[in-house]
């Protein structure tokens, strides 16, 4: 977890949200990706399937409730960012890898496998399964080294020791466009606010509670 406010640490030590986000396995999964080099890849697919389940659990109707709740508006981005310590491109390519058929992966890791004993460099990653997954899907005797050896494009991450990612696609979402941000709590409620370039406003509270809080606020700095 990381960049939190004191009012999302509390969110996420609520109970139902530990066990729809699955947070225990997801920070067990985060300390092995970053020290188990030997199991990376698949490190990285069981956290890609833990990142598609905690998505789809965070866009049910009662998570948005119980957020907001507790005051809490989060985006994709949020999510990607607050919980899985990742862009929200990357997430989505995780979950995209998340859903290969696992005799596909077999296959991509036979060949990536065959290819190192032989001594030859190759990718064993996330990007690179995606993009193999999409070919074979095209022609079933498409070949690891023939992608790779077309494909120079993989940068790291900004989480550099988990992930890597590809720059190439889906560009425009590997920052997020939330440009403003508040969270106050009353005694008897709590006030989320968001305001994204995208998404313009987004709020679950009435108005008269905003400016509650911004009076707050003025009133803080006077």
């Not at 995209?96 to 296959?107: L, P, R």
């Not at 077309?150 to 991450?157: F, K």
């Not at 590809?166 to 997020?176: L, V």
């Amino acid at each position: 977890m990381r960049n939190l406010l004191e009012i999302e640490t509390g969110l996420l030590a609520l109970e139902g949200v530990k066990e729809g986000l699955q947070l225990t396995k997801v920070k067990s999964l985060q300390k092995s990706i970053k020290t188990a080099e030997r199991t990376k890849f698949r490190k990285q697919l069981e956290m890609a399937t833990l990142m598609r389940q905690g998505k789809e659990w965070f866009d049910l109707p009662t998570t948005q409730i119980l957020f907001s709740e507790q005051g809490i508006v989060w985006s994709a981005d949020e999510l990607a960012d607050k919980v899985f310590e990742c862009q929200k491109s990357w997430m989505y390519k995780c979950i995209k890898a998340s859903n290969v058929a696992e005799d596909v992966v077999e296959i991509f890791e036979r060949q990536c496998k065959h290819l190192q004993d032989s001594g030859e460099k190759v990718k064993i990653s996330i990007e690179s399964l995606n993009q193999f997954a999409k070919a074979y899907a095209e022609d079933e005797d498409v070949n690891v080294a023939d992608l790779q050896a077309t494909d120079d494009s993989v940068v790291e991450d900004t989480n550099a020791d988990s992930v890597v990612e590809d720059t190439t696609e889906d560009a425009t979402e590997t920052a997020s466009d939330t440009i403003f941000t508040m969270s106050f709590k009353l005694q008897d409620r709590n006030v989320a606010v968001r305001y994204s370039l995208s998404d313009g406003l987004v709020t679950t509270n009435s108005n008269d509670d905003i400016l509650d809080a911004i009076a707050f606020l003025t009133e803080q700095l006077q």
